[in-house]
Nanobody, 120 residues
Framework: QVQLIESGGGVVQAGGSLRLSCAAS???????MAWFRQAPGKEREFVAA????????SYADSVKGRFTISREIAKNTVSLQMNSLKPEDTAVYYC??????????????WGQGTQVTVSS
């Protein structure tokens, strides 16, 4: 059984930092792992992705230069370092595994999500 378990969410003031982690378990193949987020009343949106083998990364324009995605193959984890956080970054953040893409439908496996709240 495949499980993706996120951790590291919380409440932070604008300008602060948080680090999210996602631990994967179970046997499954993937081309990439990614982070998406969903704010209340909005659609789930792409944040960042990393290819599992080569470590190639992709970011949404809204987070470029502020967020960094990384993976540790030996630990089967993916992390998202979030700096210079803004109130508009407030959302539930989801870890996903699947294709290297910006569309949620391309990802087969999802975590339960972790809340990130940025206060102004």
């Amino acid at each position: 059984q495949v499980q993706l378990i996120e951790s590291g969410g919380g409440v932070v003031q604008a300008g602060g930092s948080l680090r999210l982690s996602c631990a994967a378990s179970g046997a499954f193949s993937r081309n990439a792992m990614a982070w998406f987020r969903q704010a209340p009343g909005k659609e789930r949106e792409f944040v960042a992705a990393v290819t599992w083998s080569a470590g190639r990364t992709s970011y949404a324009d809204s987070v470029k230069g502020r967020f960094t995605i990384s993976r540790e193959i030996a630990k089967n984890t993916v992390s998202l370092q979030m700096n210079s956080l803004k109130p508009e970054d407030t959302a539930v953040y989801y870890c996903a595994a699947g294709g290297f893409h910006t569309i949620p439908d391309e990802y087969r496996y999802w975590g339960q999500g972790t809340q990130v709240t940025v206060s102004s």
